[in-house]
């Protein structure tokens, strides 16, 4: 009896959850709207300001100081996405969403910003531009498809462009990580050593080191992950020309 | 695997004396199968596929089943008995400490292999922490009564990298030949020293009492009440106080060594807990109308 009773009031809960789950509400959805395209244009200001930089100087070299500032804003601002998830206006694992804009703040902050030397390598630009160009994809996806207008062709971009500038970014990072290992080690950036009052010590050299071989098995899941989403979601019009 | 195979029977029971047809299956049966890998632990029956699973105390004819009855065979997992995970939980964190105690080779400089720290508290902070899991040890061989056999096997390898990857984290910077012992000297470590006792005698107390609730072998489940022993009086403002001491104890552990390793094991250990110690709550509240409004769930009136 304890077995039915448990069953019938978990199906009407259930019910309940269902309702309130459909979809934020009509004050939330304005608000992510506003979020989206916020976004949206702060990635095309930083994408604008590499192109002009570039134009301005005729070479590659030094353009992460032009869009510095914007760039730490907007990327930052990214952990709002955390919250949104938090308070479940936004279907996502706040988990996942947490690991993701985590990984690109502390790229932002605790490596590029941290150690000046690495600012003007070229493998900065090469993770500013993937990201420029995947963050901007992104947010006008969410935006349109919050007004439930999305142009086939935003949706083709998400997920296509990743297959290319998904490498790009992991290379950049990875080469900037790289960069940066001989200023900390010499420097003891971040790194507390013993004898301390607290018995603690942390090597950040060591932990940059670490942070370089989890993108080995980490980065492969999250790509073959967006490879399946991908035919999931683009699949279908292969199978059209199929039927012909 | 291959799947179970379905097999359909008609079962009558006789009684034995006058052959009367009884009629009844009064007992679910588990699913034959003739693979032994699907053994009873791992197998989940339910009405509901999504559903909870059916207890072998379940009764047939109780359950909200017509004359035909459709049940729900759900694979849990490979499994592993609740006794076999704690004892090996519990067993690393005690040898891995020593192995840093005794300062075994390859840990620190070679000059100190096999020395001894000149701080008397590294001595205690060792007996104090292979007391805690040596008291557990034998707590599950002899006092837990387990309501659930096994747990899915995988959980094994996510504790015992938590609780073997925190003690020799912790063990580490205690038994570093360059570990430097608490500000405020004996002081803070004899407080921290009664407050750990106090707190292992406490929780001590209360895995007696949960023990005494419920008598051998049965999965009876009553509220937990103070008792003569003044230490399970804690149970009048608190719902899981074994997690309260248990808290507690990491305090006094935090406080004798002044070590942040264990600082942050006793905050993680917190945080779990009180989800732990928040279900058990609602559990509670759910099933008996009459409990005592005035308990939280893990820290008396806070949370």
């Known amino acids: 009896m304890s077995a039915a009773a448990s069953g019938t009031s978990k199906a009407a809960h259930g019910d309940v959850a269902a309702k309130r789950k459909k979809g934020p509400g009509a004050l939330a959805t304005a608000y992510l709207v506003i979020y989206n395209v916020v976004m949206t244009a702060g990635w095309l200001v930083i994408a604008v300001g590499l192109v002009r930089a570039y134009l301005a100087r005729g070479s590659y070299h030094g353009l992460y100081y032009s869009i510095e500032k914007p760039l730490k804003f907007f990327q930052t601002g990214a952990v709002l996405e955390i919250l949104h998830c938090a308070v479940g206006i936004v279907p996502s694992s706040v988990v996942l969403t947490g690991f993701q804009v985590m990984s690109r703040v502390f790229l932002t902050w605790a490596v590029t910003h941290s150690v000046r030397e690495v600012q003007s390598e070229d493998s900065v630009l090469l993770f500013v531009t993937a990201w420029t160009v995947t963050e901007i994809i992104r947010y ?16 083709w971009a998400r997920y296509t462009f990743f297959i290319v500038l998904y490498p790009m970014g992991v290379t950049g990072e990875l080469l900037t990580i790289y960069a940066a290992l001989p200023y900390v080690q010499k420097t003891g950036l971040y790194s507390v ?8 010590s942390f090597d950040y050299y060591t932990f940059l080191i670490l942070i370089m071989i989890s993108y080995i098995p980490l980065f492969p899941q999250l790509y073959f992950h967006m490879i399946r989403q991908r035919k999931k979601v683009l699949g279908h019009i292969e199978d059209y020309g199929k039927v012909e | 695997l291959s799947s179970p195979a379905v097999v359909f029977f008609e079962v009558e ?5 006058t052959k009367d047809k009884l009629c009844f299956l009064d007992k679910i049966c588990f699913l034959f199968v003739s693979d032994p890998q699907w053994y009873p632990a791992r197998q989940s029956i339910r009405l509901d596929p999504k559903g909870k699973s059916l207890k072998d105390e379940d009764v047939l004819q109780h359950l909200p089943v017509g004359t035909t009855a459709t049940f729900y065979f759900r694979d849990l997992g490979a499994q592993i008995s609740w006794v076999t995970v704690f004892l090996t939980e519990y067993t690393g964190p005690l040898v891995i400490y020593l192995l840093f105690y005794f300062r075994v080779p390859f840990i620190y400089p070679p000059k100190y292999d096999f020395t001894t720290s000149k701080h008397w508290v590294v001595h205690l902070a060792c007996m104090c922490h292979s007391f805690h899991y040596v008291k557990r040890l034998l707590e599950t061989l002899f006092v837990h009564r387990f309501s659930h056999g096994t747990m899915p096997l995988r959980n094994i390898f996510k504790n015992c990298t938590y609780y073997w990857g925190f003690a020799a984290w912790m063990a580490y910077y205690i038994n570093h030949p360059l570990y430097t012992p608490p500000i405020y000297g004996e002081q803070q470590i004899r407080i921290a020293l009664i407050i750990f006792l106090f707190c292992q005698i406490g929780n001590f107390s209360i895995h007696i009492a949960l023990r005494n609730l419920r008598p051998p072998g049965s999965k009876t489940r009553k509220i937990p009440y103070p008792t003569k022993n003044p230490f399970t009086w804690i149970f009048l403002l608190v719902s899981c106080p074994n997690y309260t001491y248990e808290l507690g104890s990491w305090l006094g552990f935090t406080l004798m060594t002044q070590c942040l390793p264990v600082a942050f094991f006793t905050l993680v250990g917190f945080i779990q807990m009180t989800v732990w110690a928040k279900g058990k709550h609602r559990s509670y509240l759910k099933e008996f109308r009459d409990y005592p409004p005035l308990r939280s769930p893990i820290l008396p009136f806070i949370l």
């Open chain 2, 13 to 17: 029971i006789l009684d034995a004396k």
């Open chain 1, 193 to 200: 050593t013993l004898p301390n009052k607290y018995n603690f």
């Open chain 1, 140 to 155: 006008s996806f969410y935006t349109f498809s919050l007004l439930n207008h999305l142009p086939y062709l935003i949706k």
